[in-house]
Structure formats: C-alpha cells, structure tokens
C-alpha cells in the first residue's frame, strides 16, 4: 500500500514538472541586483481557501499574469502564486522577499525532489517565527548554478493585496531591506521631531491646539510604522490581535486628531459653523469602524476606513478653499499642507486600484506627503502664531493708547471732581452744621421731653402722696380741738378740786361738792371721748408713717447702683402711690409669691411699674366710667432659668394688632392730647433691656392687657 502511494505522488511530480515547463520561468543573472518576477507569475484564485498544498500544486486553474506588480485588490479569497525560477549566477543561495508586511498569511512552498516544504507566516503569526526577523516577507531558497526550481505562494489578507515579488542574492535583498529601513528612519526622526518640537511649544505657549497638534503627528506617523510593519516589529511583536486591530485603529484615529485640529486651527464655529457641524458625521463612522475593528471584522472596517477618509479628505479640501477664499491666511498654509497629502493619498489609493503602477515613488509618495504636510503645517502653526502675536501687539498698542486717553480724561475730570468735590464739602459742612444744630435742638427736645414724662410722674406721685396723707392729718388736726377742750375741763375739774381740798369744809360736803363738778362737766364722758381722740390720732400718725415710708421705698435715690431689692416691696410702695386714682372704684389684687432679693435698679423698676399700672387704671376709667367692675391684677413668680415674672393684667378696653406693634415706640400715645408724652413705656422698654429682661404685652379689644416682665436674678 506504501509503494503505491510513493508511485502515485512520484507521477503528479512528474505532471507537475511538465506543467512546469509550460510556465516561463525567472532567469536569475545578476547576482548583484534584486528582480522584480511579479509578471512571471501565475495566479490561482482559493474562494473558501481549502485547497490542501498538494491540492495547489496538482491544480490546473492557473493563470498567467503580465503586471509588474499584480493587483489583487480587497478580497476574502486566498490565492495561489506559482512561478519558477532558473539560475544562471554561480552563487545558489537566493532569497525571495515579499515586501507587503500587511498580508495576514502567507505560506511559501519550495517543490523539488518529488516532495514539497511548506514554510507558513503572516501577521496572523508571532513575530519570532519568521525565517528572518524583518517586516518584509523573506524566504531563503537554494538553486544551484544553471537549474532551475519551481515554488508556490499563498496569500490571505483582509486588507488590499498586491505582489511586489522580487529575486535576489541573500546578500542583495539585505541591502534592500537596509535601504528602505533608513528611509523610513529618515521619515520617522521627521515625524519625532516635528512632534517633539510641537510639544516644546505647546508646554511653553500653553496652547491647547498645540496638543491636538502632536497627536495628528502621533497618529500618523503611527499609521505609516503599522502599513510598513515597523509598528508589528518593535511594538507587539508577539500579538498578531494588535497587528490586525492596529491596522483599523490608527487609520481613525489619524481622522479623528485632523478634525480637532481642523476645527481649532481653522476656527471652523467661526467661519463655517454649517460644516463644522458635518464633520461630527464623520467622527460617528470612525465611532463604528471603532466598534467593528475591535469585533474582528477588519476586512470591513478597513473598507469603510479607506472610503470615510476619502470623503473626509476631500470635505477638509473643500473647507479649507472656502475658509482661504474669505481672506484667513492660516487657511492658506493649511490647503497648501492638505493639498500635498491629499495628493499622495491619492497616489496611494490610484496604486491600490492598480491606475499607478507599483514604483519607488507610489510606495514612498503616502510617506513623502505625510512629511511635508506635518512640516508644513508646524510652519503655519508658527505663523498663526506670529499672527496672534502682531494681533496682540496691535491689541496692546491700541490698549496703551486708550489707557493714555483714558489717564488724560480722568486727569481731566480729577480737576473737575477735585473743584466739585471742594464746592460739595463745603455744601456739605454747612449741612452738617445745621444738622447738628438740629441734632442737639433734638437731643435737648428729648431731655426736656424725658423731664416732662420725670416731671408727670412726680406730679402723679405729689398728688396721691398729697392725697394719701390729707386724709389721716385731717383726722388728726380735727381730733385736736376735742382734745384740747376736753382737757380743758379736766383742767378746771382739777382746780376746782385742789381748791376744795384745801377748802375747811368736812369730808362729806367735800366729797358731795367733788360729785357735783362731776355731774357738771360729765366727767366719765370726758375720759371716755378723750380716750376715742387719742386712738384716732394715734390711728392718723400710723398711717401717715405707714404712706412716708411707700414713699421712701418708691423714690430711692441710689438707683444709679445696682443693688438687692425686694420686688414685692417695691410694687406695694407703687400700689400706695396709685391709690389716689382709684377712687374707690377699682380694685387692685395682689398675688405676690415669695421671691428672693434680685439685683436691679429699684427706683427706675418702681418707676416702670408705676407707668404699667397707672396706663391700666387709665384704660379701665374708659371702660368702667364712673362705674365700679375695673381691677388691675398683679402677680410675681419665680420661673425656670433664675428670674422672676411680674403679670401686671387689667380688664380694661385692650388695644389693636397695630397699637401693640408701636406701643414701646418713643411719642406713641393713645391718650388725649396733653394727658401723656408718649414716653412712659418707650422708657420702661429701655429700663428692663439695661435689667437684660423683656417685656411683652398681651391684649384682646374689649377683654383687657396683660404685660409680663421678666428679668434675672442676679446679674
């Protein structure tokens, strides 16, 4: 069974050779240079890439190609590359390299012998894997000197495929590679520059679309390492996930950075609103090339991208001709910038699609244009810059001559203000004159005022004394004439007495005579009456006593000191003074509760009580008339937070909402004109706040008043 198998593959060999023989194959005779084979070449096309290598290799589709650089656009289909190879040189090792770092996989087969090795590689592969360790595709083959050896080539590539193939020495295709490294070196130091230099200025002028700036820089060159393979080589190179995904994500990101470059350096909200607004649509695709990249359908993002960037490029284009033709000269730098890499991407994209040929200037023409753009660009950047500097000369020297303007005219109306403010302060000291002239006619008026209210109050105080006193020495001076004659008589009975003592008449007759002068002058009478008289008086100098000593207590003199005082004496002395307007009509009830000795001033708090009370026997004469039913109701308690609380209440008319609010107010009365000053309670007010106590009051019309006055205790 062994043998037939070998037999079996030993006669598709065979085939295959004179298949071979068919094909025209690549004569190799310069060792020293590379050649390019793509239009040697025969291409099969693997719709659902299943064709085994030996499946490829017995396949008859093959068809031959005459392009330099065949052209097998954007397609999921694998493909097979058949070409073969005659080496006329004397140096056998040769190597085919396969400059397209982009292509997903690729598997190249060296047939000989009747056998077939397959070397399998791509950016679906790690990095470390390849024969050689550089971007480009190199497989090393051996053909000695005048044979010749056939070999196939499949790729599969989500992105464009083209095969710029070329043979040479190992030694040739090294000095190739050298070559195209340094030139993208070169490409890469101006791309490092021109972002480190941005990023110089925008640390030091702290302009913003400098950042925006340096990330374009970014990006782009970041797109030109990933196209070349740079990126795959140096940053990941063991993750064939970020080769792929890299391919769509630094391509968005080049066109998300050009917008916001575009709209801060163009001042697009400025001077084309309309279509700064439209470039959103543009981000929002790039939102889901995004979003489609990172779930692995690359083969459409990269579409969308190629086709969203064109349309993109060719929008800013359009802005940037509408933005210069309205005189912004950074707009002319920009479209000068735009135009160069407009026009090499559309080399690169005529080259995709096979309208250019592949060349030495096709695939440096998207770096070149790159370059001068960033270039060109820092350069307008520099000069919008130099711009804002002239604007902001301009701006300061128009500034500098506004602000000697503005100093002359102020200078100007400092003289008019100095002569004004001169003319005004004199108006005003004159003013300040007769208003101090007012204040002290005031301060004088309220003197005299508060003397008044002292003065009405003493008079007050001078009539129920008066009052109070009349009445017990009337009853004395009227018992005095009863007493006198009185002990009068006694004084003749003496006599008369005496003389009968001396007298030689006999016992009897004297004591017969002695009750004659008796019965006369009715002497048992006499002592009884003279002893009423004594008891009046007697009852008379009490009371007189009992009213100078109300007095004594109601009018202190050290009121200017604080001292202890008892506050139910003090209010007794005040009911004392006021009894006189009672008129034996209005009651006065006393609740004192026992209270302690409180620091006050007691001659000013008698007087408060005094104005309370004498106001509530007022309202209670308007009420009640000449009729009885009035009381004034006095209470004092001690409550919570050490202080006592004085309820002086009457039953009197009470007072209004708005009476309530202005009673403490200085000259408020409701009194007819000329029955009070209006200060009595202003003063009350101010003398229980210099106690640190309140008063309030409460009123209903028709019902009474109640005023509640609370200080503390000590001090």
Known sequence: MRQIKVLLLFITCILFQKSVLAQTPVVYRDA?????????????????????????????????????????????????????????????????????????????????????????????????????????YIFNINIPQGTTKTFLLKVRSSEQIQLPLALGTTQSILESLTERDLIFGLYAGIILVMLFYNLFVYFTVRDSIYLNYVLYILFVGLTQACVQGYAQRFLYPQSPYLANLMMVVAPVFVGVTAIAFLRRFL?????????????????????????????????????????????????VFTISIIIARKGYRPAKFFL?????????????????????????????????????EVILLSFALADKINILRQEKEESQAQAFAALQENTRIINEQNVMLETKVKERTFELNLSNEELNKTLHELKEAEMQLVESEKMASLGQLTAGIAHEINNPINFVTSNVKPLQRDI???????????????????????????????????????????????????????????????????????????????????????????????????????????????????????????????????????????QKGGHVTIKTMRVPGDKIQIRIADNGTGMTEQTKKKLFEPFFTTKDVGE????GLSIAYNTIKKHNGTIDVESEIGVGTEFIIEIPIAQ
Not at 47 to 69: C, E, H, P
Not at 343 to 371: D, E, H, K, M, W
Not at 676 to 679: I, K, R, S
Request: charged share 20%.
């Open 488 to 626: 009068d008589m006694i004084l003749d009975v003496l006599e008369k007495v005496e003389g009968l003592t001396y007298s030689d008449i006999s016992n009897d007759d004297k004591k017969r005579q002695i009750d004659a002068l008796k019965q006369e002058y009715d002497f048992d009478y006499l002592k009884t009456e003279i002893g009423y008289l004594l008891k009046g008086i007697n009852e008379g100098s009490s009371r007189t006593a009992e009213i100078v000593k109300g007095l004594r207590i109601f009018s202190r003199l050290d009121e200017d000191d604080l001292k202890k005082a008892d506050i139910n004496e003090g209010l007794e002395s005040t009911t004392i003074i006021v009894n006189n307007l009672l008129d034996n009509k209005i009651e006065i009830v006393k609740e004192y509760d026992s209270l302690p000795l409180v620091d006050c001033y007691p001659g000013k708090l008698n007087q408060v009580f005094l104005n309370v009370i004498s106001n509530g026997i007022h309202a209670l004469k308007q009420k009640f008339k000449d």
């Open 32 to 136: 020293t240079k590379n050649v390019a084979i793509g239009n040697s070449v025969q291409i099969l096309e693997d719709k659902n890439s299943q064709l085994s290598v030996q499946q490829a290799i017995d396949a008859t589709g093959y068809v031959q190609t005459s392009q330099q650089v065949p052209n097998l656009e954007m397609s999921t289909s694998a493909f097979w590359i058949k070409f073969a190879v005659t080496n006329m040189t004397t140096v056998a090792d040769l190597a085919i390299e396969y400059p397209y770092p982009t292509i997903d996989s690729v598997i190249f087969v060296d047939v000989a012998n009747g056998s077939a090795q397959a070397v399998s590689t791509g950016e679906y592969q790690p990095f470390y894997t390849r024969q050689v360790k550089h971007q480009n």
């Open 267 to 315: 001042s697009l909200k400025e001077y084309t609103p309309t279509l700064n607004k439209i470039l959103n649509i543009f981000l929002g695709v790039y939102a889901v090339i995004i979003l489609l990249g990172l779930l692995g359908y690359y083969q459409v993002s990269a579409q969308i991208v190629q086709i969203n960037a064109g349309v993109a490029s060719l929008f």
């Open 676 to 679: 009070g000053t209006g200060l």
């Open 336 to 372: 000068l910038a735009w135009t160069i890499f407009l026009a090499s991407v559309i080399i690169f994209v005529l080259r995709n699609f096979n309208v250019l040929p592949y060349n030495v200037f096709t695939y440096y023409a998207l770096q070149l244009g790159s370059a001068l």
